[in-house]
């Protein structure tokens, strides 16, 4: 078992300027909480947090993951709290706990193998700090090194997870050995038989491939010395999946894989290493197609190295590796190597935040060859906009950042898009409208009858969601427009005792429809139920002299001259209707609603939807399944009839003092009635046009200022 001490050297060599004390802390707080548990082996379980602790000192990093190392399973098992954690060690190791206790809560299950890429992704996108995957992965490193002592089941299942998920990310990030040893170790557990093949294979002749190995090595470092390069020369097995691999995938049997052996150069600057590969190369013959040039185009990952085949001193081939020290170390530690000290000085503040490691990558993103492969690679750091969210089976969908339940449910299918009326996320009921984050479980809640609604629209995020919704209202809106228009077209033609169902068959309606520029009859009927066309305008094509309705004229009294200007008003115009556009409106006469008061439609048989006060008693009496919501819409340039009575005393004048005060408001009079009492008041009707309920509550006001007058109000039926 690794000791603290043995830690604390580690990061005192690498900077001797460290805090050691956080990470002194850190263990002695680990050990006080984790004192009494015990592993699977049998060791104490503070050898656990210990060897991850070890693990990310080997990795160069920062006393801060360090000491986050060694806390990093007191919050999930044991009685330590976040706050405790936060108290002690500060906001930044607590935060880094938090993530990797969050991500170890995560189980993958059976959804695990179609799933892979996805979940890598989460995992990726969950960790607000890419501390927390380096702590995650050097805790499963460890795990996967004492796998052993658990249950076969168990075993197989950790190793699947750490091969699909850990391993890919691994070298996704850079860090080569992690990912080689992880892939090693899951290798043996899922695949046993073929492990010790390879496993014995490679120990057969082991002997002769040492002397091989030396034979090549020495060969390579007196040729280097020979051109005065300085340099360092390594033989290594690959790992033994890569060769499984290799034998799977090219069919081959273990006695054709030539390159189980890899060699690697090291030197002190890029152009010795473009030297010693010109060496290289003029020694033996290079198998042109499997040369890479990772120095000048790195990996996304900033994995840098050259990379050959030659045809070796047997006819065998060799992999070679020509690389810096400093690339070396970016290779060993890969992404970690950016949080690692850098000749003694303090890690860059901005390195440490989320994914700012990807702003290197993308101000790199001239050096790569392929902008596709770099583009796959690091796309979802590119597009830290989406979330990651599960359904109730394990399923991870992708959303995008700020997307909502309805979102998710038309992910899911369109059907449950439309029917849903609820969510639960993480198990609890939210609204609709809730924000998903990345690692939540959303479980929606639909209804055969429900319907999806236009205030969605106000906060889906996916171009999905929008475009059902709208396409969802749009047929809405065209049946209801087509039955509304069918019945004030029957209602019109009855009247002239003409039967509209069967003229809408006849060929002369086919006429109509082309003289109002439609396609179909049911575009026809449709613009008559949007108010665009009205029926008697279709039914007048139908009678070549249309009796006209004798127009009533109303008798202009002097008063209506003096008063002027009177004004009409449009019809629908001035209130929206939940769910439609543009149907023809009319208000009711009962109660004359103006803006600003509280108002309720009617769908009504033949004129559209007729809008009424809240407290009209008309509408009260209506049936409820013909109520639909309207509101007013914000601004109009409207105005609207009014009633009010004006109750006074009788004098000379009265009348011209209401006409000038109406007028100096800006509201204007349609029509007045005066009555005179027994008892000598006046009341005076009147029906004003006015703007809204702020508008004519002035009016009111100015008019009780008149001398005489005892009440002003207005009638409401
Ligand atoms: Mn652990």
Same mark, same amino acid.
């Given at each position: 078992?690794?000791?603290?001490?043995?830690?604390?050297?580690?990061?005192?060599?690498?900077?001797?300027?460290?805090?050691?004390?956080?990470?002194?802390?850190?263990?002695?707080?680990?050990?006080?909480?984790?004192?009494?548990?015990?592993?699977?082996?049998?060791?104490?379980?503070?050898?656990?947090?210990?060897?991850?602790?070890?693990?990310?000192?080997?990795?160069?990093?920062?006393?801060?993951?360090?000491?986050?190392?060694?806390?990093?399973?007191?919050?999930?098992?044991?009685?330590?709290?976040?706050?405790?954690?936060?108290?002690?060690?500060?906001?930044?190791?607590?935060?880094?706990?938090?993530?990797?206790?969050?991500?170890?809560?995560?189980?993958?299950?059976?959804?695990?193998?179609?799933?892979?890429?996805?979940?890598?992704?989460?995992?990726?996108?969950?960790?607000?700090?890419?501390?927390?995957?380096?702590?995650?992965?050097?805790?499963?490193?460890?795990?996967?090194?004492?796998?052993?002592?658990?249950?076969?089941?168990?075993?197989?299942?950790?190793?699947?997870?750490?091969?699909?998920?850990?391993?890919?990310?691994?070298?996704?990030?850079?860090?080569?050995?992690?990912?080689?040893?992880?892939?090693?170790?899951?290798?043996?557990?899922?695949?046993?038989?073929?492990?010790?093949?390879?496993?014995?294979?490679?120990?057969?002749?082991?002997?002769?491939?040492?002397?091989?190995?030396?034979?090549?090595?020495?060969?390579?470092?007196?040729?280097?010395?020979?051109?005065?390069?300085?340099?360092?020369?390594?033989?290594?097995?690959?790992?033994?999946?890569?060769?499984?691999?290799?034998?799977?995938?090219?069919?081959?049997?273990?006695?054709?894989?030539?390159?189980?052996?890899?060699?690697?150069?090291?030197?002190?600057?890029?152009?010795?290493?473009?030297?010693?590969?010109?060496?290289?190369?003029?020694?033996?013959?290079?198998?042109?197609?499997?040369?890479?040039?990772?120095?000048?185009?790195?990996?996304?990952?900033?994995?840098?190295?050259?990379?050959?085949?030659?045809?070796?001193?047997?006819?065998?081939?060799?992999?070679?590796?020509?690389?810096?020290?400093?690339?070396?170390?970016?290779?060993?530690?890969?992404?970690?190597?950016?949080?690692?000290?850098?000749?003694?000085?303090?890690?860059?503040?901005?390195?440490?935040?989320?994914?700012?490691?990807?702003?290197?990558?993308?101000?790199?993103?001239?050096?790569?060859?392929?902008?596709?492969?770099?583009?796959?690679?690091?796309?979802?750091?590119?597009?830290?906009?989406?979330?990651?969210?599960?359904?109730?089976?394990?399923?991870?969908?992708?959303?995008?950042?700020?997307?909502?339940?309805?979102?998710?449910?038309?992910?899911?299918?369109?059907?449950?898009?439309?029917?849903?009326?609820?969510?639960?996320?993480?198990?609890?009921?939210?609204?609709?409208?809730?924000?998903?984050? %990345?690692?939540?479980?959303?479980? !929606?809640?639909?209804? /055969?009858?429900? &319907? *999806? =609604?236009?205030?969605? @629209?106000?906060?889906?995020?996916?171009?999905?969601?929008?475009?059902?919704?709208?396409?969802?209202?749009?047929?809405?809106?065209?049946?209801?427009?087509?039955?509304?228009?069918?019945?004030?077209?029957?209602?019109?033609?009855?009247?002239?005792?003409?039967?509209?169902?069967?003229?809408?068959?006849?060929?002369?309606?086919?006429?109509?429809?082309?003289?109002?520029?439609?396609?179909?009859?049911?575009?026809?009927?449709?613009?008559?139920?949007?108010?665009?066309?009205?029926?008697?305008?279709?039914?007048?094509?139908?009678?070549?002299?249309?009796?006209?309705?004798?127009?009533?004229?109303?008798?202009? %009294?002097?008063?209506?001259?003096? !008063?002027?200007?009177? /004004?009409?008003? &449009? *019809? =629908?115009?001035?209130? @929206?209707?939940?769910?439609?556009?543009?149907?023809?409106?009319?208000?009711?006469?009962?109660?004359?609603?103006?803006?600003?008061?509280?108002?309720?439609?009617?769908?009504?048989?033949?004129?559209?939807?007729?809008?009424?006060?809240?407290?009209?008693?008309?509408?009260?009496?209506?049936?409820?399944?013909?109520?639909?919501?309207?509101?007013?819409?914000?601004?109009?340039?409207?105005?609207?009839?009014?009633?009010?009575?004006?109750?006074?005393?009788?004098?000379?004048?009265?009348?011209?003092?209401?006409?000038?005060?109406?007028?100096?408001?800006?509201?204007?009079?349609?029509?007045?009635?005066?009555? %005179?009492?027994?008892?000598?008041?006046?009341?005076?009707?009147?029906?004003?046009?006015?703007?809204?309920?702020?508008?004519?509550?002035?009016?009111?006001?100015?008019?009780?200022?008149?001398?005489?007058?005892?009440?002003?109000?207005?009638?409401?039926?």
């Amino acid at each position: 078992m690794i000791r603290i001490t043995d830690i604390l050297d580690r990061v005192a060599e690498n900077n001797p300027e460290a805090d050691l004390d956080i990470i002194d802390r850190a263990y002695i707080f680990s050990a006080r909480v984790h004192d009494g548990q015990i592993r699977l082996s049998g060791e104490p379980y503070l050898s656990h947090p210990l060897e991850v602790a070890g693990i990310l000192a080997e990795m160069n990093l920062d006393p801060v993951s360090i000491a986050a190392g060694l806390l990093h399973d007191v919050v999930e098992d044991t009685h330590a709290t976040p706050d405790e954690i936060e108290q002690t060690f500060g906001k930044e190791v607590l935060r880094i706990v938090a993530g990797v206790t969050k991500m170890s809560k995560l189980s993958f299950g059976s959804t695990l193998a179609r799933q892979a890429e996805s979940l890598r992704k989460m995992l990726l996108a969950m960790a607000d700090d890419i501390r927390v995957i380096l702590i995650k992965l050097a805790d499963r490193l460890h795990n996967m090194r004492t796998l052993a002592f658990h249950k076969t089941d168990k075993r197989r299942q950790i190793a699947r997870e750490t091969l699909d998920i850990y391993a890919p990310i691994a070298a996704r990030l850079g860090i080569y050995w992690i990912k080689n040893e992880l892939e090693n170790a899951s290798f043996m557990y899922l695949m046993p038989d073929e492990y010790d093949r390879i496993k014995n294979s490679v120990s057969t002749d082991r002997t002769a491939r040492e002397a091989y190995i030396e034979d090549v090595k020495g060969y390579l470092r007196n040729q280097m010395e020979e051109y005065q390069l300085n340099s360092e020369v390594l033989g290594r097995y690959k790992n033994y999946y890569s060769i499984y691999l290799k034998m799977v995938t090219q069919n081959l049997a273990f006695e054709d894989v030539y390159d189980i052996i890899a060699f690697r150069i090291i030197l002190d600057t890029i152009p010795r290493c473009y030297e010693a590969l010109g060496i290289v190369h003029s020694l033996w013959k290079p198998i042109d197609i499997k040369f890479k040039d990772y120095i000048a185009r790195p990996k996304p990952n900033m994995y840098q190295s050259l990379h050959t085949t030659v045809i070796g001193p047997r006819g065998e081939r060799v992999e070679i590796q020509i690389r810096t020290h400093e690339m070396d170390r970016v290779a060993k530690s890969g992404i970690a190597a950016h949080w690692s000290y850098k000749e003694g000085g303090k890690t860059d503040e901005s390195i440490g935040k989320r994914f700012a490691w990807i702003q290197n990558l993308v101000e790199n993103q001239e050096n790569f060859a392929n902008p596709d492969e770099f583009l796959e690679n690091v796309r979802i750091d590119l597009y830290p906009d989406e979330v990651y969210v599960f359904t109730p089976q394990g399923d991870v969908k992708t959303l995008p950042k700020g997307a909502t339940p309805v979102d998710f449910a038309y992910v899911i299918h369109t059907e449950v898009g439309n029917q849903c009326t609820g969510a639960k996320v993480n198990g609890r009921l939210v609204p609709l409208s809730h924000e998903l984050v %990345t690692g939540d479980t959303v479980d !929606i809640v639909t209804s /055969k009858n429900h &319907k *999806p =609604s236009k205030d969605w @629209l106000k906060f889906v995020k996916t171009v999905k969601a929008r475009s059902r919704i709208r396409q969802w209202i749009k047929i809405q809106e065209k049946n209801r427009s087509l039955s509304l228009g069918r019945e004030m077209c029957e209602k019109a033609f009855r009247k002239q005792r003409l039967n509209f169902t069967t003229l809408m068959k006849s060929d002369q309606m086919l006429e109509v429809v082309a003289h109002f520029g439609f396609k179909t009859v049911d575009d026809l009927i449709a613009s008559v139920g949007y108010g665009k066309t009205t029926p008697l305008q279709v039914l007048r094509r139908f009678m070549p002299k249309p009796e006209e309705e004798a127009e009533e004229k109303s008798r202009e %009294t002097i008063l209506d001259r003096l !008063i002027g200007r009177v /004004k009409k008003r &449009k *019809p =629908s115009a001035g209130v @929206l209707v939940k769910g439609l556009d543009d149907i023809l409106i009319r208000f009711g006469k009962c109660c004359q609603p103006v803006p600003g008061d509280p108002i309720v439609g009617y769908i009504t048989r033949g004129y559209g939807v007729t809008v009424h006060r809240a407290n009209c008693v008309n509408a009260l009496k209506m049936s409820p399944e013909r109520q639909i919501d309207v509101a007013w819409t914000e601004e109009t340039s409207e105005t609207y009839p009014v009633k009010i009575v004006i109750v006074s005393y009788d004098r000379v004048g009265l009348l011209a003092d209401i006409a000038t005060s109406i007028s100096k408001h800006e509201a204007n009079i349609v029509s007045l009635n005066t009555t %005179t009492k027994a008892n000598e008041l006046v009341e005076s009707y009147l029906t004003l046009s006015v703007a809204g309920t702020g508008h004519l509550d002035r009016v009111l006001a100015s008019l009780r200022k008149i001398h005489m007058v005892q009440d002003v109000r207005r009638l409401n039926r």
